[in-house]
Nanobody, 125 residues
Framework: QAQLVESGGGLVQAGGSLRLSCVDS????????MGWFRQAPGEERELVAA?????????YYADSVKGRFSISRDNAKNTVFLQMNSLNPEDAAIYFC?????????????????WGQGTQVTVSS
């Protein structure tokens, strides 16, 4: 069972960067697809980026973050990262990491079984 804890959120100026980390203290990280989601006030939770369980495998990015965000994982450290560059106020949200044991990389919220508590990202203009 995954136990996910995010870190790295904070306040940044527009154009700045943040690197989010998510550590899985469970025992199945290397076999889990991982996703980063975000949810702004009054909005639905949306998938930002996802990475398949295999290192060097499939990655997915939402159109709104392509070219600015990068997802990666270190299976030896049970950690998934989200490097966020060129941040703008529209990126402000609570960011959640999530794990899925689906067969193929899932792109829907419902397909992720385990969730962290979230980390706040605030972007000032």
């Amino acid at each position: 069972q995954a136990q996910l804890v995010e870190s790295g959120g904070g306040l940044v100026q527009a154009g700045g960067s943040l690197r989010l980390s998510c550590v899985d203290s469970g025992r199945a990280f290397s076999g889990s697809h991982m996703g980063w989601f975000r949810q702004a006030p009054g909005e639905e939770r949306e998938l930002v980026a996802a990475i398949s369980w295999r290192v060097g495998g499939v990655r997915y990015y939402a159109d709104s973050v392509k070219g600015r965000f990068s997802i990666s994982r270190d299976n030896a450290k049970n950690t998934v990262f989200l490097q966020m560059n060129s941040l703008n106020p529209e990126d402000a949200a609570i960011y959640f990491c999530a794990a899925s044991r689906a067969i193929i990389l899932p792109l829907t919220t419902a397909a992720y079984n385990y969730w962290g508590q979230g980390t706040q990202v605030t972007v000032s203009s």
